[in-house]
């Protein structure tokens, strides 16, 4: 098996990987830059948003909540 860097996003700690079956875009965090990053591979955009991080969930599409250290974020536009 080869394994491909498919996203270069130059993460010291990332975690709390998910696929999002609903939106077809995937999630993770990166703890030392306080980043949420999505990729959507349907155009292999990869952005990034600023959010000291917890965890993150999509339980209801289109909507992205991240429970944070300061507050509790709920997004439309980051799904």
Sequence with gaps: ???????????????????????GRFYWTEIEGERLWRYDPRDASTVSFPCRNGLHASRYAPMLTC?????????????
């Design 1 to 23: 098996m080869k394994a491909d860097l498919l996203i270069d996003s130059q993460c010291a700690l990332g975690e709390g990987a998910t696929w999002c079956a609903a939106t």
């Design 67 to 79: 429970c944070c250290s300061d507050l509790l974020h709920s997004w439309r536009s980051l799904v």
